[in-house]
């Protein structure tokens, strides 16, 4: 069965280019972007892993590990990185790990036999540090995915896991906040200090707490 939000992300010692891990260890208090691609030595994958790289500042500060997987072996990601980082101009630092028996795709439901045979598709699983899956999305083998999109939304759940707050359609961070429905429309200025706007009784916003 696929995975749900809220699961616990299954654990699982791997083989990887940073070294054999066991996947809960290798987390710890972080937070993981856990995702995975159709195959070594292919041209949108070489441009996404490269991207992850560079994005390294920007995972370090919001307390993100990242980790990719594809069902090739270890040797060919090693050479692969190889061509990525003299292709993208970057160090890819950070593991992928090597899943030739593909327990690991079928744990995480990273294989779609009806859009590509036994390779795995382009999953993105976002883990708490409680080791809970927080978020999901799946593209096709021929979508490069939107590492903008997923630092965004990691600010977004980090903000939601530490104040009661939800985000609106198309949040950057900086912007307005929702106060969620646990709140009393009372309680408000008590939590959010910075002033709320009541548009209905059931939507009421505040300014980024944590800004
Ligand atoms: C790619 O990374 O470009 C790719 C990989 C597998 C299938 C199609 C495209």
């Known amino acids: 069965m696929a995975l749900r939000l809220g699961d616990i992300a299954?654990?699982?010692?791997?083989?990887?280019?940073?070294?054999?891990?066991?996947?809960?260890e290798w987390?710890?208090?972080?937070?993981?972007?856990?995702?995975?691609?159709?195959?070594?030595?292919?041209?949108?994958?070489?441009?996404?892993?490269?991207?992850?790289?560079?994005y390294r500042g920007e995972f370090e500060a919001r307390g993100v590990k990242t980790i990719a997987l594809s069902v090739d072996p270890i040797g060919s990601?090693?050479?692969?990185?190889?061509?990525?980082?003299?292709?993208?101009?970057?160090?890819?630092?950070?593991?992928?790990?090597?899943?030739?028996?593909?327990?690991i795709a079928h744990a995480y439901d990273m294989i779609h036999p009806?859009?590509?045979?036994?390779?795995?598709v382009r999953s993105v699983f976002i883990i708490g540090p409680d080791k809970k899956v927080k978020l999901t999305f799946t593209y096709?083998?021929?979508?490069?995915?939107?590492?903008?999109?997923?630092?965004?939304?990691?600010?977004?759940?980090?903000?939601?896991?530490?104040?009661?707050?939800?985000?609106?359609a198309n949040w950057k961070n900086g912007q307005d906040v929702i106060v969620t429905l646990a709140v009393p429309t009372e309680d408000i200025p008590a939590k959010f200090p910075k002033g709320h706007t009541v548009?209905?009784?059931?939507?009421?916003?505040t300014p980024q707490p944590n800004k």
Do not use: M
């Not at 009806?114 to 795995?120: P, S």
């Open 10 to 24: 299954p654990n699982f010692k791997a083989q990887t280019t940073q070294g054999e891990i066991d996947f809960h």
């Open 27 to 54: 987390i710890g208090n972080s937070w993981c972007v856990f995702f995975s691609h159709p195959a070594d030595f292919t041209p949108v994958c070489t441009t996404e892993l490269g991207t992850v790289a560079k």
């Open 77 to 103: 990601h090693q050479d692969w990185i190889k061509d990525i980082n003299e292709t993208q101009c970057t160090i890819v630092d950070y593991p992928i790990i090597a899943d030739a028996d593909r327990s």
């Open 114 to 120: 009806n859009a590509i045979d036994n390779l795995t």
């Open 140 to 168: 096709p083998a021929a979508i490069g995915r939107n590492f903008d999109e997923i630092l965004r939304v990691l600010d977004a759940l980090q903000l939601a896991s530490q104040y009661p707050v939800a985000t609106p």
């Open 199 to 205: 548009i209905k009784p059931y939507l009421r916003t």
